[in-house]
Each structure stands twice: as structure tokens, then as C-alpha cells.
Antibody, heavy 122, light 107 residues
Framework: QVQLQESGPGLVKPSETLSLTCSVS??????????WGWIRQPPGKGLEWIGT???????FYNPSLKSRLTISADTSKNQVSIRLTSMTAADTAVYYC??????????????WGQGTLVTVSS | DIQMTQSPSSLSASVGDRVTITCRAS??????LSWYQQRPGKAPKLLIY???TLQSGVPSRFSGSGSGTDFSLTISSLQPEDFATYFC?????????FGGGTKVEIK
């Protein structure tokens, strides 16, 4: 059974860059059967899709974050990472990674990691 | 982007009640819709995909319906563990979007 675990700093200063890693166990991120996504949730608010990395390494990002965002994969470590530059208080959120199930045109997230809270503050 | 609007934003119900949550898309999304349950302090959990297909292991009291722009999630008999927040998510476009959520509280 695949499991995902996010890791990274809990506190980031304004204007700095956030780097988070999602470690995947119980399955290979190299499989063409699934993709890998990131979603975030500001405290007390709804969910926002951040971006998805597809097999082969191609990516698609939320247009609102595209200029600041990089998602990458390290197949040797079975990890997916996110890098978000120029952090502001508006980026404070719980960040989740999730497996993307995508038969045909469908895309849904299952399972999810437990999430990691990132606070942007000086 | 396709906007997803859920209603109501919150509701109060009792154990055993039948509850229906709706999700409306700003344009047709065929059946490219999923539903998630999020308990407090936990990650979301997939309940339904392709508008009406129940994820393995999800109790049969959950059901989904709809196509085009209007969708619904129904809990036929609310159980104590169902008090949570529910989100819909569309995948008609590559830019995925979620609804704002519906919080189901105990009456």
C-alpha cells in the first residue's frame, strides 16, 4: 500500500524559498500508472491544487503559482519535491502531496500524505 | 479556471439523517468530479470519483450523482464518524480546482 510523507521546514521567512519533499513508500514514482501532485490548504480554508508532475518528468502548475513554482522528482530516492520562491504570508498553509490517479481524462488524488504546516513569518 | 461552488457551506444534522451536499461547476465538466472527506486535523480522503464511483473501502451510505454542471454527494444515514468537511474537485481541465467545502456538524 503506497504511503506518502511530506518533510521540510515548518517556518520560512518572507521572500525566502520553500523546499518540501514527499517521500513515497510502497510503490515507485517512476510508474506510468500514476502521477504525483501537491495541494495546499491555508489554516481554516479550502484546498488549492499547486501542481502535478507526470511520468517522464513533465509538469503542470497552477497558473497563479507558475512563476514561483518548480516541482521535480528524484527517482533514485523515490521522492517528489516542490520549490516555491518569494514566499509571503499568503503562502502559509498545510502542504500535502498526493498520488494522482488518472485513467483517461480523470484526475483524482488518492492517497494523500499527512501534510506539513508551513508558516511564513519573520 | 473552472469555479466549483458548494452548497451549503455548512449544515447541522443528527445521526441517522439523510444529508445531501451539492457542487456546481461554472461550466460543463461532464463527469470529471471527485468528492473528498476531511476530518479535523487530517488529510482529505477520497470518497467518490467519476461523479458516482465509490472508492474501495468507502461505506455504501455514501453516493454521488450528477453530470455536466450539477453534482451531489449524499450520505443516506449520517454516522458519528461522518461529521467532517467535504470537498468536490473537478478534472475536466488540467488546471484542477476544488469547491470551497461543506462542513457537516452535529445538531
Amino acid at each position: 500500500q503506497v504511503q506518502l510523507q511530506e518533510s521540510g521546514p515548518g517556518l520560512v521567512k518572507p521572500s525566502e524559498t520553500l523546499s518540501l519533499t514527499c517521500s513515497v513508500s510502497g510503490g515507485s514514482i517512476s510508474t506510468s500508472d500514476y502521477y504525483w501532485g501537491w495541494i495546499r490548504q491555508p489554516p481554516g480554508k479550502g484546498l488549492e491544487w499547486i501542481g502535478t508532475i507526470y511520468s517522464g518528468g513533465s509538469t503542470f502548475y497552477n497558473p497563479s503559482l507558475k512563476s514561483r513554482l518548480t516541482i521535480s522528482a528524484d527517482t533514485s530516492k523515490n521522492q517528489v519535491s516542490i520549490r516555491l520562491t518569494s514566499m509571503t504570508a499568503a503562502d502559509t498553509a498545510v502542504y500535502y502531496c498526493a498520488r494522482v490517479c488518472s485513467p483517461g481524462h480523470y484526475n483524482w488524488f488518492d492517497p494523500w500524505g499527512q501534510g506539513t504546516l508551513v508558516t511564513v513569518s519573520s | 479556471d473552472i469555479q466549483m461552488t458548494q452548497s451549503p457551506s455548512s449544515l447541522s444534522a443528527s445521526v441517522g439523517d439523510r444529508v445531501t451536499i451539492t457542487c456546481r461547476a461554472s461550466q460543463s465538466i461532464s463527469r470529471y468530479l471527485s468528492w473528498y472527506q476531511q476530518r479535523p486535523g487530517k488529510a482529505p480522503k477520497l470518497l467518490i470519483y467519476a461523479a458516482s464511483t465509490l472508492q474501495s473501502g468507502v461505506p455504501s451510505r455514501f453516493s454521488g450523482s450528477g453530470s455536466g454542471t450539477d453534482f451531489s454527494l449524499t450520505i443516506s444515514s449520517l454516522q458519528p464518524e461522518d461529521f467532517a468537511t467535504y470537498f468536490c474537485q473537478q478534472s475536466s481541465t488540467i488546471a484542477l480546482t476544488f469547491g470551497g467545502g461543506t462542513k457537516v456538524e452535529i445538531k
